[in-house]
């Protein structure tokens, strides 16, 4: 919302604005999960909300939060506990499976076993995971890279940590990659 003059003349002040939307259907589903296993819910959260108050509870700085998820990596910039910046790369830690499988014609299960066990290290067959997986790691960092850079062009500030979370973190060598 820009400066400028309201519909009855008053100055308008510029405003940020967070829509969240969710599927019904994803809710009802929650809602009838906990009737079943006999859980009384006060309300259901958004798993950004959720990943923030946990990883950096009351944090009075910017951290970037990285969810690297099985078919996507989400990117949350939070200043002062507040999320300003949201981000979806469409590609998760399923895609480096089947990437794994493509380039060395093994079935997508035992790619995904070599995954979890070498890591990004040579495998029991001597397969080099990690000239196969750098590709696509470089891709999700390049692009973790240009939300920051889009949050501190926009706001100013400088993003002072990122916490990484999410089941695509398991990956032995992905750090040091």
């Given at each position: 919302v820009g400066v400028g003059a309201g519909p009855t003349g008053e100055k308008t002040i510029p405003s940020n604005i967070l829509i969240v939307a969710v599927y019904?259907?994803?809710?009802?589903?929650?809602?009838d999960l906990s009737e079943r296993a006999t859980l009384q819910s006060k309300f259901f959260e958004l798993e950004a909300f959720s990943t923030?108050?946990?990883?950096?509870?009351?944090?009075?700085?910017?951290?970037?939060?990285?969810?690297f998820g099985a078919s996507?990596?989400?990117v949350y910039i939070?200043?002062?506990g507040v999320i300003k910046l949201s981000h979806s790369i469409p590609?998760?830690?399923?895609?480096?499976?089947?990437?794994?499988?493509?380039?060395?014609?093994?079935?997508v299960p035992d790619a995904e076993r070599r995954k979890r066990s070498a890591g990004l290290g040579a495998d029991d067959l001597g397969i080099d995971l990690k000239s196969i997986v750098e590709v696509n790691a470089s891709f999700v960092a390049n692009e973790i890279l240009k939300v920051i850079r889009e949050f501190q062009s926009k706001y100013g500030g400088l993003?002072?940590?990122?916490?990484?979370?999410?089941?695509g973190i398991a990956?032995?060598?992905l750090f040091e990659l």
């Amino acid at each position: 919302v820009g400066v400028g003059a309201g519909p009855t003349g008053e100055k308008t002040i510029p405003s940020n604005i967070l829509i969240v939307a969710v599927y019904s259907e994803a809710i009802n589903n929650l809602k009838d999960l906990s009737e079943r296993a006999t859980l009384q819910s006060k309300f259901f959260e958004l798993e950004a909300f959720s990943t923030i108050r946990s990883a950096i509870p009351g944090e009075r700085r910017t951290v970037a939060i990285v969810d690297f998820g099985a078919s996507s990596t989400k990117v949350y910039i939070a200043s002062n506990g507040v999320i300003k910046l949201s981000h979806s790369i469409p590609f998760g830690s399923q895609d480096t499976t089947l990437s794994i499988s493509r380039a060395t014609g093994i079935s997508v299960p035992d790619a995904e076993r070599r995954k979890r066990s070498a890591g990004l290290g040579a495998d029991d067959l001597g397969i080099d995971l990690k000239s196969i997986v750098e590709v696509n790691a470089s891709f999700v960092a390049n692009e973790i890279l240009k939300v920051i850079r889009e949050f501190q062009s926009k706001y100013g500030g400088l993003v002072e940590e990122v916490v990484c979370t999410g089941g695509g973190i398991a990956l032995p060598g992905l750090f040091e990659l």
